[in-house]
């Protein structure tokens, strides 16, 4: 690990020289390049060069525990000393691990409802409004893509697009079930219902991500269904998108423009098949040490909505929290960080045991 660091402090040095050379401040593309690697690269740098110069004064205070007259002093502050070391190099194993490159990408969110009927379509409708809350809280956008409305208020099936910093990097553990325990407004006999609603989180997908072939696409045009106004069952605005290699469809009619309706689906076609590809790469990698709990796989059911005891409870991590009504209204800061930490240690985990066999 210690040569790895030296070489990354050595391709840090060399990138900080090159910046001050004329001819790359002269061109634009090389100088964000090098901007950007060292952006990326000065956190772990920093962390070394701490970590060293603590080793540095543990050696030096280990001299002075010679000295009768400055044992205890040196005793004491050695114990500090070693507790820094061991913070910064836990810090640093966590800044070695492979970073996701979908991170800092933005987020299509699609959530639907599912067993429940109308209370799982409510529900699907609080996920969206708890996560749109969370998205503001957090200064981000979102735009709403589609939305299947149904007869009670509540939604079928709803894609958003999330843009912001880092997203990706917060919302990509809430992929999965989501379960809900509540009495139905309906429900005369108070009795607790159970429903479920699935969450899907993809990072948003560049043109330059997926290239689509228009001879792979089979596109149909249909008129909009439901509110829209007058041009609503009387122009084919409306557009289904199927994706012939792998039968992805995408439908979108919210838009009055059949152009805009278009590159709408489009975007959330690029996204879904930019998480499949990742899926399938993700799977032959993770196949042979994949562990029943805390894959993140979208088929476990991650959390439960528990109104009567206003809990939480994540099932993958352990973590439970009594603050649903909180996490409803978008503080979910909470929630988040504990899957963050939770999956980060276990591809620390997973790290270290590679490099022990390798």
Not at 132 to 140: N, P, V
Request: aromatic content about 6%; hydrophobic content about 35%.
């Amino acid at each position: 690990m210690l040569d790895k660091l030296r070489a990354v402090e050595a391709r840090y040095d060399q990138l900080s020289a090159e910046m001050a050379d004329p001819a790359v401040q002269a061109d634009n593309t090389k100088f964000r390049t090098h901007s950007k690697m060292l952006s990326e690269m000065q956190p772990l740098v920093d962390a070394f060069r701490g970590y060293k110069a603590v080793v540095e004064q543990v050696a030096a205070t280990q001299e002075l525990l010679k000295d009768p007259d400055m044992r205890d002093l040196a005793q004491e502050e050695l114990q500090s000393l070693e507790r820094r070391r061991n913070q910064l190099l836990a810090d640093i194993k966590v800044l070695l691990i492979p970073k996701d490159p979908n991170d800092a990408k933005n987020v299509v969110l699609e959530i639907r409802a599912g067993t429940g009927g109308d209370e799982a379509a409510l529900f699907a409708s609080d996920l969206f409004r708890m996560y749109s809350r969370y998205a503001e809280r957090q200064g981000w956008k979102i735009e709403v893509l589609s939305t299947s409305d149904s007869g009670a208020g509540g939604i079928k099936e709803v894609i958003g697009l999330i843009e912001g910093r880092n997203a990706y990097s917060r919302l990509k553990y809430e992929s999965g079930v989501h379960r809900v325990q509540r009495v139905p407004a309906t429900e005369a006999s108070g009795r607790i219902h159970t429903s479920t609603a699935t969450v899907a989180v993809l990072p948003e997908a560049e043109e330059l991500d997926i290239q689509i072939s228009e001879k792979d696409l089979r596109v149909d045009t249909f008129c909009s269904s439901g509110p829209g106004g007058q041009s609503v069952n009387t122009t084919y605005s409306a557009v289904r998108i199927t994706h012939l290699p792998t039968g992805l469809v995408v439908s979108q009619q919210d838009e009055k423009s059949q152009i805009k309706n278009r590159a709408k689906a489009m975007k959330v076609l690029r996204s879904r098949l930019y998480d499949l590809e990742m899926q399938k790469q993700q799977d032959a990698i993770a196949k042979d040490r994949r562990t029943q709990v805390g894959t993140g796989e979208r088929s476990e059911k991650i959390r439960t909505y528990n109104f009567r005891e206003n809990r939480i409870t994540d099932h993958r991590i352990g973590h439970t929290m009594h603050q649903l009504t909180l996490a409803l209204d978008g503080d979910l800061t909470e929630l988040i960080d504990a899957a963050v930490s939770f999956f980060t240690s276990e591809k620390l985990k997973e790290a270290t045991a590679a490099e022990t066999t390798s």
